[in-house]
């Protein structure tokens, strides 16, 4: 959730499948790589979790996860909608932040 161009980057060179959360009029377009999975959507209205469950649960993903203060409460919904460890999320946020540590 609200990834920054440099966590998005950081997350793609993993590999990984990502999905990518942002609010309308976040630098989409600097996301090129991720446009597959990159989603426009104020995860600050109530409506968010509807969201959640119709376009985010059929894509099963593994974790959820903000490293902004922004997104964290829509992070921790998606966890609590879709079963998603914590544990997880957090394991996979020091990961990028230990990349992002190396890139500079």
Known sequence: MDATTQVARAVQATG?????????GSPADTLI????????????DKSFSGFVDKVLQPLAPDAALSLSDRGAAAAALVRTRLGLSEAIANRVAVGIQGMLQEER
């Open 33 to 44: 790589d991720a446009r597959a999975n990159l989603f426009s959507v104020d995860f600050t």
């Open 16 to 24: 990984d499948r990502v999905l990518l959360v942002q609010l309308p």
